[in-house]
């Protein structure tokens, strides 16, 4: 497994090879900020840390960790302090977050981008926890409550509706 916020030691001890590597794409909610990235390994963690629950407003963020000589911006994100150790980046216009950095990132060469910001987040898979001492373990496994699909709410479907003309994206 990758170490959470460190771009340190990519191999995998079960024979993956990684030098082959793929691009990913990403961005924000209204499409101001764009990014993409070459990783080898489509592999992802929950970081629990206080300042990662504060900044995304949920239980976790979900992250994946990208050298950064593999990481590019095709449009620039804001930025923020959000400790005296490290920044994010964030799209000023619609709220989305973007990731997180070490102040001294080249000492680090990593960025971890959000996983609700890629554009197939599906294709990644968790490999770990980070920052478990804020860790809250009832929100870890949720398959026993209830489901409900964001279309099959009629008052969610209508809003959209009279908004855009289409329906619920996915």
Sequence with gaps: MSTPHSANDRARPDGYDC???QTYTGGCQCGRVRY???LATPEA???HCRMCQRA???FAAALVNVPSSGFEWLSP???YASSPIARRPFCAACGTPLGFCYNDTEADDALDVTLGSLDDPAAFRPVGHFGVESLMDPWLDTSTLPRKRSDDS???VT???TATGRG???
């Design 56 to 58: 995304t407003g949920g």
């Design 36 to 38: 993409r990235f070459a």
């Design 77 to 79: 994100p804001d930025w």
């Design 154 to 156: 009629a008052a969610l």
């Design 159 to 161: 809003r959209w509706r």
């Design 168 to 170: 619920v994206p996915e």
């Design 45 to 47: 963690y929950l970081c």
């Design 19 to 21: 030098r082959m590597t």
